[in-house]
């Protein structure tokens, strides 16, 4: 697997975290990112939508918490990679 690329978030009032870019994809003209807390092996996974608005510099990110649409991305996900494979919490 290539390397990751590594990004910064700051949740609003909390300190920065850096999560590892799995993938990414578009659908329905969203962008989702598929991010996790290691760079290799098992660990902790979040889909994550950007919600930020046309022409905005950064883009703004929010979990995917919706039942229907975190298991249709989250089947995404899997076709997309081979070795990914989602469990719920």
Do not use: C, W
Not at 39 to 46: H, P, R, V
């Amino acid at each position: 697997m290539a390397k990751s690329e590594k990004i910064m978030f700051h949740p609003e009032g909390e300190e920065p975290v850096e999560f590892y870019v799995l993938e990414q994809t578009r659908i329905g003209g969203v962008d989702y990112i598929l991010v996790t807390d290691v760079e290799e092996g098992d660990g902790e996974a979040l889909i994550m939508k950007d919600i930020s608005g046309d022409g905005e510099e950064e883009g703004v990110f929010t979990i995917v918490s919706d039942d229907e649409e975190l298991a249709a991305v989250a089947g995404m996900f899997e076709n997309m990679l081979e070795d990914v494979e989602f469990e719920n919490a």
